[in-house]
């Protein structure tokens, strides 16, 4: 503002002021809309959106003048537009248009000190006035790649795990089923800017897991799991488990193969027995004729 008015008379920088005053109480003709979280993954590409309103009757006499700043509490710590050391090279206005109010930056290879709030910020000049105009700031949220499968020593156990840009309201919940949510929750210490959060859950039958990572209730990441195993454990294994099993071995059947032998010599005993007899009656009768 101050190079603007270096060019005016004090009652001109006077009027203008009132003016600046009376436009800014007057949210509605002009503002700075942007979105209040963004994510993105560690080492990928992120948009973030930023679009100026301008009612049709203020009516711009020159493009605004944009400015993107990384904001620590109030104050800026490096500015994106136009990029500063740790952002040259690495921003692109998605709109080249310099009359566009479209002033939407992408922000190549994000990394974790990217973390942090964005304020996007425009010198607007109208046939009325000249002035500046904030946008509400943009959180930026750095994610690593969510990890989330069963335990390597226990395959009934769910473990979900993602290293993450520090935030207390962050949380990490597991759903099974889109509907019953399960989960322990428990984060460790990380770096100084990202923390790892991890939470586990059991396997209770099949259907579909799903670990979430959200902040505030806006979705920054999730994950899958797909389980094919039967809902109880007990009733799966009477299922399935005979196939499983390694083929069962019973003993000799001794008794079976004596009691058979058994038989058969009662059998000809039987027989001897009753030819004797014959023999000795077949003799008595012999003698007695
Ligand atoms: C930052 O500025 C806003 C208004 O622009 C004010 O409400 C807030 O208290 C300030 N925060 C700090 C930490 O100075
Ligand atoms: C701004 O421009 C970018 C790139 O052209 C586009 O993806 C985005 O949707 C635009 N936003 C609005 C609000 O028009
Ligand atoms: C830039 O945008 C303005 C307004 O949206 C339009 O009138 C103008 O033709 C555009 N210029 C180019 C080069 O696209
Ligand atoms: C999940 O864990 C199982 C068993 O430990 C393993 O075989 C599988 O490859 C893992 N899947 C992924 C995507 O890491
Ligand atoms: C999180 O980061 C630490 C190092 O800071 C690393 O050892 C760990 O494997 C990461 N965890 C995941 C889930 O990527
Ligand atoms: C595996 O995890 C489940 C679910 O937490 C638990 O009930 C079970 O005791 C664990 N088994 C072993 C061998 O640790
Ligand atoms: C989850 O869904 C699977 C298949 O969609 C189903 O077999 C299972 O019984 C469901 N489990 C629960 C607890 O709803």
Redesign the pocket.
Known sequence: MLGLQRRLTPAERTRTLVLCFMVSGCLCEVTVEQPPLVSAALGHDVIMPCVLQVTAEDTMVTPPILYWSQMMENVTTAKLWTPSPPYKGRVDLLDTNRSSNNKSILLRNVQWTDSGKYECKMSITTKKSSFRKKGRKTALVVH????FNVTVHNGSLLRC???VTRDPGLSLVIVHNNSCRLQTEDSAA??AV?T?LSASAPLRGGGRYECRLSLEGLLITQSFFYSHLPVSGEAGQTDTGATAHPPVVYPEPWFLYVTLLLVHVIVLLVILAAMLRYKVSARGGATNT
């Not at 690593?144 to 990890?147: A, F, H, I, N, Y």
């Open positions: 690593d790649t969510m990890l795990e993602v290293n990380g770096g990202h790892a």
